[in-house]
């Protein structure tokens, strides 16, 4: 097979992972390189000390909480708005044999009125003055919305669902977002991932493995790690996510994860849909791939420097257009050095450190030693632009540019 070739996934991996990776591919932009030496591609952050800023946004209309300013932890809440209820219906001509035009006539209620469970709304006429007066009950409670004079039905709006935006990070509140929300910033230490599922938690780093090539098992797993988040090595294994899952652990780190036992955890393939929404009770971050992976030294090497530490983490990851990372963040003292910002574009250069998404290579790390201004032809007949690279174990590898990622450290 030429190293050149955009091969398929290796018959190893699921049709999820393959789509996951395929996606990856895609999503480069080819006509935004810069020509010659020089090219732009996404990358992940590793790094000890960085300035990140979080968009903490409403999905509706709602009311801003805090102030420019403010100092946040990642579980206070900063917005807020009220989602309208659902809209119930009790239908009483029906229930009570009646034209809609009489149904004014029995009720109980009016527009406006709170209802609460098994309230008398509408009563009929006794039969002959000895039967009982059928009733109508409501089934919901609300508040009495609107009576329709075609059906003759009431229309009960439940109450409205407050929805809570938190800061996620710890940190200050940048910019406010009327009615909209906020943008908080944080000086912190952040590792970006490849892969994750589950949403945003909030927990105490562990490092639970002695180094990177070590798989997290259950035994790795303790009674007294409800709360945290683990760090594992190469990978977690079914029993470990699954002991992690009971004892009420929020999250767990490694470099990999075997794709049947995501699915197996999961109860579903994760698919290449953006993920984040998963109904789990813990988060899983991957940083290198697929399968059991060593993780790299100098991201094990930065966590293992915030044992201890409370962190946010989240699993969401979008690998299409909207670039998505999963991501830990633990804020730092902000009483040191001044620290780098978070770059919003990543160069592609000779030194630069990265990692390799499609195979033969997938997974594996590496630094960039010449970027060829021509086109190279793959077996598909495609022209695209490639880098050479030494990879962590010595080999030296030609790949399409579209095939890596930049793996930014600081």
């Known amino acids: 097979m030429s190293a050149y070739h955009a091969s398929h996934a290796s018959p190893a991996l699921s049709l999820g992972q393959s789509k996951l990776i395929r996606a990856a591919t895609n999503s480069r932009d080819w006509r935004k390189r810069k020509p010659l030496a020089s090219a732009y591609t996404p990358g992940l952050t590793v790094s000890g000390d960085i ?25 206070d809440v900063v917005a807020q708005a009220m989602l309208p209820g659902v809209l119930q219906t009790i239908k009483v001509a029906e229930k009570l044999g009646i034209e809609a035009q009489d149904v004014h006539s029995l009720l109980k209620v009016k527009v406006g009125d709170s209802i609460v469970k098994d309230q008398l709304v509408a009563e009929g006429k006794k039969l002959f003055g000895f039967f009982k007066a059928p009733a109508v009950t409501s089934e919901h409670v609300g508040t009495l919305e609107s009576i329709s004079e075609v059906t003759g039905n009431l229309l009960i709006r439940e109450p409205s669902i407050p929805v809570d935006i938190k800061a996620y990070i710890q940190g200050t509140v940048h910019e406010v977002l009327p009615e909209e929300g906020v943008i908080v910033e944080t000086r912190c230490a ?16 562990r490092i639970a493995v002695s180094d990177p090539g070590k798989v997290l098992e259950a035994s790795d797993v303790l009674d007294s790690d409800s ?38 955890f999961l109860g579903f393939d994760i698919g290449v849909a953006i993920t984040g929404q998963e109904p789990i009770n813990l988060t899983l ?20 420097s915030l044992e201890g530490q409370t962190a946010s983490i989240n699993g969401a990851t979008q690998i299409r257009a909207g670039v998505i990372r999963p991501e830990i963040i633990a804020p730092i003292a ?38 060829p201004a021509h086109l190279v032809v793959l077996d598909s007949g495609t022209e695209v632009r490639v880098l050479r690279a030494k990879l962590s174990d010595g080999e030296d590898v030609t790949v399409p540019r579209a095939n890596v990622e930049i793996i930014a450290t600081h």
């Open 190 to 205: 952040m590792v970006q991932g490849i892969f994750g599922v589950g949403g945003e938690r909030v927990g105490v780093i």
């Open 285 to 304: 971050l991957v940083t290198e791939g697929f399968g059991y992976l060593g993780m790299a030294e100098r991201t094990f090497t930065l966590l293992r």
């Open 51 to 75: 300035v990140v800023r979080r968009v903490r946004r409403l999905p509706i209309k709602g009311e801003v909480l805090v102030k420019s300013g403010a100092k946040v932890g990642p579980l």
């Open 334 to 371: 902000a009483d040191v050095a001044k620290p780098l910002q978070a770059p919003d574009t990543f160069e592609l250069k000779k030194g630069t450190p990265i990692r390799v998404i499609r195979e033969p290579y997938f997974g594996k790390l590496g630094t960039v030693t010449e970027l």
């Open 227 to 264: 709360g945290k988040i683990l760090v594992g090595g190469a990978g977690m294994s079914y029993d470990a996510i699954m002991k992690a899952s009971s004892l009420g652990v929020i999250g767990l780190i490694a470099g990999g994860i075997r794709d049947s036992d995501l699915t197996k």
